[in-house]
């Protein structure tokens, strides 16, 4: 007895790639609650020590960070809808290659911006 083919090979490969979309959804999820946290931390600093509008330029620096925060979670959201639909289409084309170009540059970005926040801290 002959199993019947499935109607899509790729089953697997989508499979995959949806996991991967989910994992970019639960780390662009996390960068915008951090980001959201170090505004709303900043703030609070701001109530305790019952801060002058003036001399508000203390915290404003976390303010911009837990901003960009935000930001970067939302473009890492589009990126990783963008990867996902982009990746599918390659899938059903059956002409997939991996992206190492930009894996690599996206490795090289997370070190320097780690290494500078790094310096900062220090």
């Known amino acids: 007895m002959d199993s019947p083919s499935p109607k899509n090979r790729h089953v697997a490969e989508h499979l995959a790639n949806e996991r991967t979309l989910l994992a970019w959804i639960r780390t662009s999820i996390a960068v915008i609650t951090l980001g959201v946290a170090i505004n709303r931390f900043s703030l609070f600093l701001m109530e305790v020590h019952q801060l002058a509008p003036e001399s508000r330029v203390s ?59 790094l310096i900062w801290l220090f």
């Open 59 to 117: 915290n404003l620096h976390a303010e911009k960070v837990g901003i960009g925060l935000v930001a970067l979670g939302i473009v890492l959201l589009c990126g990783g809808t963008w990867h996902y639909l982009h990746v599918g289409r390659t899938i059903e084309n059956e002409t997939y290659r991996p992206a190492n170009r930009t894996l690599v540059l996206t490795s090289l970005a997370i070190v320097v911006v780690g290494g500078s926040a």
